[in-house]
T-cell receptor, first 113, second 115 residues
Framework: EAQVTQNPRYLITVTGKKLTVTCSQN?????MSWYRQDPGLGLRQIYY???????DKGDVPEGYKVSRKEKRNFPLILESPSPNQTSLYFC????????????FGPGTRLTVL | AQSVSQHNHHVILSEAASLELGCNYS??????LFWYVQYPGQHLQLLLK??????LVKGIKGFEAEFIKSKFSFNLRKPSVQWSDTAEYFC?????????????FGSGTRLQVQP
């Protein structure tokens, strides 16, 4: 089954404790992206990757890092989480053939205390 | 900056009522347009998309949307809603180039259908 998976689905952590949210897709997509969803703001892009070893900032990159060492994986790293990073995070992927039609993962609800 | 406006934040309808959710975008060039739906506790799913051609596009589950270029609008419609349509609906736009491809989302419309 074609899908985007994220882990963990739920995470409660404390300020300053480094964490990683994993994202993996099995569709051989070149493009992957991270969004955060906040009430009243819709989804905003954090980082994106056009292909392996190619990443760039989205609209709200502060406080986040990403890496793209393999085509299927695109982890989101919070080196020192803060309460304003409490949010619902979605990973998405798409191919060049169907560019702009992005497939979303199930979401990760993160709470930073 | 590119932006997307969804006029209704919360809509409550009875089953069998007709639905129209507004979406306007501000972007000077050609855009690709999308409607996504998020059912309670689930991830976003694509309802329909417009890239070019016929401005009236049909999607899954009986939804359709009309692209009106002169009004910068892409409103979502359904003639008769069901209780199972209760969800949050997001309009999104992106330029069709091979660049960043970020979807710019509206703030969402929460639809509640009462049986």
């Amino acid at each position: 089954e074609a899908q985007v998976t994220q882990n963990p689905r739920y995470l409660i952590t404390v300020t300053g404790k480094k964490l990683t949210v994993t994202c993996s897709q099995n569709m051989n997509h070149e493009y992957m992206s991270w969004y955060r969803q906040d009430p009243g703001l819709g989804l905003r892009q954090i980082y994106y990757s056009m292909n392996v070893e190619v990443t760039d900032k989205g609209d709200v990159p502060e406080g986040y890092k990403v890496s793209r060492k393999e085509k299927r994986n695109f982890p989101l790293i919070l080196e020192s989480p803060s309460p304003n990073q409490t949010s619902l995070y979605f990973c998405a992927s798409s191919s060049y053939l169907e560019y702009n039609e992005q497939f979303f993962g199930p979401g990760t609800r993160l709470t930073v205390l | 900056a590119q932006s997307v406006s969804q006029h209704n934040h919360h809509v409550i309808l009875s089953e069998a009522a007709s639905l129209e959710l507004g979406c306007n975008y501000s972007y000077g060039g050609t855009v690709n347009l999308f409607w996504y739906v998020q059912y309670p506790g689930q991830h976003l799913q694509l309802l329909l998309k417009y890239f070019s051609g016929d401005p009236l596009v049909k999607g899954i589950k009986g939804f359709e949307a009309e692209f009106i270029k002169s009004k910068f609008s892409f409103n979502l419609r359904k003639p008769s809603v069901q209780w199972s349509d209760t969800a949050e609906y997001f309009c999104a736009v992106t330029p069709p180039d091979m660049g960043r491809r970020a979807l710019t989302f509206g703030s969402g419309t929460r639809l509640q259908v009462q049986p």
